[in-house]
């Protein structure tokens, strides 16, 4: 099976809550590492469900996503990013879905609202992913 | 979940498209809290009034996006090559 664009990625809760619960000198939960897929075809970020409401994050808003069947209202999250060992800045999705990922293999989803700001090549034949601010 | 904020938005939406179309309100029960440039302000403030709790942060748009993940909608993820 081709695993397709892939890389590391921890998900973390976002910076504005990071300190506000340092402020109330609560823990900052740790975060999750997983996979995530780089997809140009998805229009929004996604970032698995039960991941981000285990960092307690709070949903932000409500998106109606197409479905086969018509369309479904999903929750919206603020999530922070990070891909170790890449040397790329963290990503912070302000209004990333909540989706049923980690079923997949995935705990991310890189959609085009992330990759608007870089210019991103996929090497399919050396599996070999390009990623530039 | 956010029935009240939504029905809210949508009570206010041509005031809102008047007068902050593009930009992001933030609103928790019947009370809008602000309008901001970029919707991490919206949180940063919403989590300084009201802490970690749910609040809605919706930008304001003449005509409402569906969302497009059909790797996900179609389950073509792990479809074998």
Same mark, same amino acid.
């Given at each position: 099976?081709?695993?397709?664009?892939?890389?590391?990625?921890?998900?973390?809760?976002?910076?504005?809550?990071?300190?506000?619960?340092?402020?109330?000198?609560?823990?900052?939960?740790?975060?999750?590492? !997983?996979?995530? #897929?780089?997809?140009? $075809?998805?229009?929004?970020?996604?970032?698995? /469900? @039960?991941?981000?409401?285990?960092?307690? %994050?709070?949903?932000?808003?409500?998106?109606?996503?197409?479905?086969?069947?018509?369309?479904?209202?999903?929750?919206?999250?603020?999530?922070?990013?990070?891909?170790?060992?890449?040397?790329?800045?963290?990503?912070?999705?302000?209004?990333?879905? !909540?989706?049923? #990922?980690?079923?997949? $293999?995935?705990?991310?989803?890189?959609?085009? /609202? @992330?990759?608007?700001?870089?210019?991103? %090549?996929?090497?399919?034949?050396?599996?070999?992913?390009?990623?530039?601010? | 979940?956010?029935?009240?904020?939504?029905?809210?938005?949508?009570?206010?939406?041509?005031?809102?498209?008047?007068?902050?179309?593009?930009?992001?309100?933030?609103?928790?029960?019947?009370?809008?809290?602000?309008?901001?440039?970029?919707?991490?302000?919206?949180?940063?403030?919403?989590?300084?009034?009201?802490?970690?709790?749910?609040?809605?942060?919706?930008?304001?748009?003449?005509?409402?996006?569906?969302?497009?993940?059909?790797?996900?909608?179609?389950?073509?993820?792990?479809?074998?090559?």
């Amino acid at each position: 099976m081709v695993t397709g664009p892939q890389l590391d990625v921890e998900v973390h809760v976002p910076d504005a809550l990071a300190a506000i619960l340092t402020q109330q000198g609560k823990p900052v939960p740790k975060p999750v590492a !997983g996979n995530a #897929l780089i997809d140009s $075809g998805a229009s929004i970020t996604a970032v698995d /469900d @039960s991941i981000i409401r285990s960092l307690g %994050v709070q949903p932000v808003g409500i998106a109606t996503v197409h479905t086969p069947s018509g369309s479904a209202q999903q929750n919206q999250y603020p999530v922070k990013f990070i891909f170790p060992r890449t040397g790329l800045p963290p990503l912070n999705a302000p209004q990333a879905i !909540g989706s049923v #990922l980690q079923s997949q $293999g995935i705990v991310a989803l890189i959609g085009r /609202d @992330s990759l608007s700001s870089v210019v991103f %090549v996929y090497n399919g034949p050396v599996g070999v992913i390009t990623l530039a601010l | 979940m956010f029935e009240e904020e939504m029905a809210y938005y949508n009570q206010h939406r041509q005031d809102f498209l008047s007068k902050c179309e593009w930009k992001y309100v933030l609103i928790k029960g019947s009370e809008l809290l602000g309008t901001f440039n970029d919707a991490q302000e919206a949180y940063t403030e919403g989590l300084q009034r009201f802490g970690n709790v749910p609040f809605l942060i919706k930008q304001v748009l003449r005509k409402e996006q569906v969302q497009q993940i059909p790797a996900l909608s179609l389950g073509i993820i792990l479809a074998s090559s």
